[in-house]
């Protein structure tokens, strides 16, 4: 084979072999191994979750438009359009929207998506550490997701994703399907982060040591610790609580003896580090972008590390914060309030080293980079108002009111989703071999930035002036932030899709593209684009993965490649075939 | 969706609507109000805003510094062709130590006085008149200390209130945005929270902990009027035939008295004249505050904390079941009685309503000439649905 066609097949756009093409057939997709394949049935998983939680929120916020609105009471489902019957569903629709948001879409959506697919091809690794665990953690995400939508056939659910005790154990809705699916959807996680973990041990590319780890890495092993250590909790907090529903053993309901509030403290435990599964990853994707788009090694990147492993460790000792007006004792109260500062602290030195990076950097606006930035506008607003609710005094006045549902929107949405939007679009490319619409990539972007703050800011104001949440109508002070927030809602799922319809008409119709289109240095863009099967073909040079000067433009490819591959003579070492 | 939209011009004749039904001559959202908050209705309320505002303006230049130096670096450094990135330090330990450390002081400061101002509200005066809270689905019911029971919580102007509230079923969360305080109302304790309304009128009370079908009709008002004279004249249903102690004296002849004395002498069980409030050891060495939990908790487990002497088993049977949550109210508002005489019947019995002339309030006051049935109007009329 000519030298040249040796280059392309190994850093360019691998038309021929790849591992979409290598093998054919659905069941070749569903009992695939390769992790690739698995995060993309994920990606696929993770949208379509995020698109029906999406169209709840949408048809919460259109009754919403209204104070007195009997919107959802929709005749031909649920019986008469009383108010009364209005209230009932939707006080079960935002149960499932932030069911379906939190377990199957944003826990699973940067780690299991984008992480399955980057993570191993970043270390220079063939595929995780488990394969076939990671295939099973799929499909644990199916059944519990599966579990969740039963319970919405099944009479629905109506306690809030938080599943507070005692009112989950008396209600007559579909309480003990949906625990079983948040259950299930936590050994799923806990399943990715395993592999995760292990991953990263024992999977370096030789030579790689923990500090020669792109950051994505370290936000992603920390947010493994926390996956492994604090879900089993969750998992025995949600089947005594089954327990508690069926056999009445007594330990959360008054009636036995039990405590309710001791569910809170069980649920918040997982749930607030959950809060960290959420976010870190998210960061992570963040510090690849700003690097890449800017073409600028990393400022503080043993800070940026070490950061994501604090707030995994104190992300474990917050959970009380949720608390304060619990009924917990005024000494504990306090020493929770004091521990949720520390936890600023190394988000603002994340932000602060973003910043820094882009300092003499060559910044590229195009799709990725408008939403690492889009991501730190967002998240600086999510991070600085947790401020008023780390202060006790000041909580006690916003907690349960849409200040608090502002603040966590900031962060998981305009934090997390923004993210795994901006994700997608810097490795679309990678995965694919196709680029999408550029143009239409930041008008997408741009409608989510807009729509986000439209229908999420007013929603701080509301809660300032005493609109609480969980509220199916309101008195009419409030009203008019109810309508700007519907309006942005909209807008905000305009963008959402016209987002998914670029990339999905990149797949078929996008420009073919070669191995490294950004000029980026991590071990995945070494590859070709899309991956072959074994994900490298040659053996990757470990390098630094911030050191943009080792990448060179190749014109004969028309991508970017290592210095010591810029000789069109020269045909880099193959990796022997085996299989 | 689309005349909705078309309706949203007309949105000011809701609100107007609304307000005529409303019996504050204020209007419904008060000129009092800040652009953020209710109007301050209560001690706290001051420091709440004052801190609110303070960590408001700390982050607004935080949050336009990050903006500002963000939009700059993008457009002095965006791609140009021809020029590539510029060689710069990236790492730089006394500048990573430096923005860790500086905020840090302030947040120092955010904690310690927001930790102040909370403070004051858990830690009532002794002189506290007290008022029980009960919530149940979907509806509050408000005790006071002679007895009485309403769907409307009516304070006395400048006077310290401890509520002390429980939950006949779900969790539910008492909330006063004017007062800038809230707690869970939460079923097998008491919680409370301690409150000096400092400005008379009518203000919200939501549940803000969610509860069920109804949660959000689950609302009410709070009165708090300008003396204990216009509180009974507003009040005509504040009329109770037994104080809530004597409903208690009746309870503990029937149920407790085989027992426990009221003359200090201890029997088969403890005296109960002086306990309230004092610190009693247990059979582990351990020591409790005689409070509302306690007795509650005693009332229902005998075996939970039992009192040193009378262990190691109590031969106290259960009243889990057969003393309801307002029992157990009496019976605490008995024992507060028995250790200092009057103290819960301050409010029904001292204040002569015939000292109420209308002429003497300021209008604002007397605007709602007949409170109750102008009061029941909006709190039915908001929670419609139920």
Known sequence: ?579 | MFPQIMNFLGQADYVNKYVDQFPAADGYRSPEASYWFPEQASSMAKNVDFLYMAIFWVSTVFFLVIVGVMCYFVIKYRRRPGIGPQPSSSHNTTIEILWSVLPSIILVWFFYQGAWDYLDSKFPPDDAEEIVVTGKKWDWTFTYPDGDQASELHLVLDRPTKLIMRSEDVLHSFFVPAFRQKMDVVPGRYTYYYVKPIKDGIFRVFCTEYCGDNHSGMKTWCHVHKNDAVRKAKTEWINADHKAWENGERLFKLNCAGCHNINGVAATGPALNTIWGTDESLIDGSKVKVDENYVSESIKYPNAKVVAGYGPVSKMQTFEGKLSNQDIDFLIAYMKHLKQPGSGDAVGGAAPAAAAPAAAEPKQESAPVTQEPAAEQPAAGAGSGG
Not at chain 1, 416 to 436: C, D, E, I, N, Q
């Open chain 1, 1 to 579: 084979m000519a030298t040249a066609e040796v280059r392309h097949e190994l850093f360019g756009h691998a038309e021929q072999k790849n591992y979409l093409n290598h093998s054919k057939g659905a069941l070749s997709w569903l009992l695939t191994l390769d992790h690739k394949r698995i995060g993309i049935m994920y990606l696929i998983g993770v949208s379509a979750a995020l698109i029906v939680a999406g169209i709840f929120a949408l048809l919460l916020r259109t009754h919403l438009f209204y104070g007195d609105s009997s919107f959802l009471a929709l005749k031909w489902l649920f019986g008469e359009a009383s108010q009364f019957n209005s209230n009932k569903v939707y006080n079960q629709m935002f149960t499932l929207h932030g069911a379906i948001m939190v377990f199957s879409f944003i826990i699973p959506s940067v780690p299991a998506a984008l992480g399955n697919m980057v993570l191993p091809m970043m270390l220079g690794a063939k595929d995780v550490a488990f394969p076939r665990m990671n295939l099973a953690s799929f499909y644990l995400w199916v059944f519990g997701t599966g579990f969740l939508i039963v319970a919405l056939m099944r009479g629905g659910l109506d306690t809030g994703w938080t599943f507070y005790t005692p009112y989950s154990i008396e209600t007559d809705t579909g309480v003990v399907y949906a625990t079983l699916g948040a259950f299930i959807l936590g050994f799923s996680s806990i399943f990715t982060g395993i592999n995760f973990l292990v991953t990263v041990n024992t999977m370096r590319a030789p030579g790689m040591g923990w500090f020669k780890m792109p950051l994505f890495l370290w936000a992603l092993y920390s947010t493994a610790i926390i996956q492994v250590l604090a879900t089993p909790v969750l998992g025995i907090t949600l089947l005594l609580l089954i327990a508690e529903r069926m056999l009445g053993i007594g330990i959360f309901d008054p009636r036995y003896g039990g405590d309710p509030v001791l569910f809170q403290h069980f649920f918040w435990f997982y749930s607030h580090p959950a809060v960290y599964i959420m976010i870190l990853p998210a960061m992570g994707v963040i510090s690849e972008l700003i690097s890449v788009h800017a073409q600028k090694r990393l400022f503080g990147y043993s800070f940026i590390a070490f950061s994501s492993v604090a707030i995994a460790l104190l992300g474990f000792l917050v959970w009380g914060h949720h608390m304060f007006t619990s009924g917990q004792s005024v000494v504990v109260t306090l020493i929770f309030s004091a521990i949720t500062f520390s936890v600023a602290i190394p988000s603002a030195v994340k932000v602060f080293n973003w910043l820094a990076t882009l300092y003499k950097g060559s910044i590229a606006l195009n799709t990725p980079m408008c939403y690492a930035l889009s991501f730190i506008f967002l998240f600086g607003i999510g991070g600085l108002t947790g401020l008023f609710l780390a202060t006790l005094s000041t909580d006690i006045h916003l907690h349960d009111t849409y200040f608090v549902v502002a603040h966590f929107h900031f962060v998981m949405v305009g934090g997390t989703l923004t993210a795994f939007l901006g994700g997608m679009f810097h490795w679309w490319p990678k995965f694919f071999g196709r680029m999408y619409n550029d143009f239409l990539g930041r008008v997408g972007c741009f409608l989510v930035f807009a729509g986000f703050n439209l229908t999420f800011f007013p929603q701080f104001v509301m809660g300032a002036r005493g609109m609480p949440r969980r509220y199916a109508s309101y008195d009419p002070e409030f009203q008019i932030f109810h309508q700007w927030s519907t309006i942005g809602a909209f807008v905000l799922g305009i963008g959402i899709v016209l987002s998914f319809v670029v990339l999905l008409h990149a797949v078929w119709y996008g420009r073919k593209v070669a191995g490294n289109p950004w000029g980026a240095a991590s071990l995945e863009w070494q590859s070709s684009s899309p991956p072959s099967f074994h994900n490298f073909d040659h053996k990757p040079i470990l390098h630094d993965p911030y050191d943009f000067d080792s990448m060179v433009y190749d014109k004969g490819l028309d991508t970017y490649v290592l210095r010591e591959f810029m000789d069109p003579n020269q045909v880099p070492e193959r990796v022997p075939v085996t299989h």
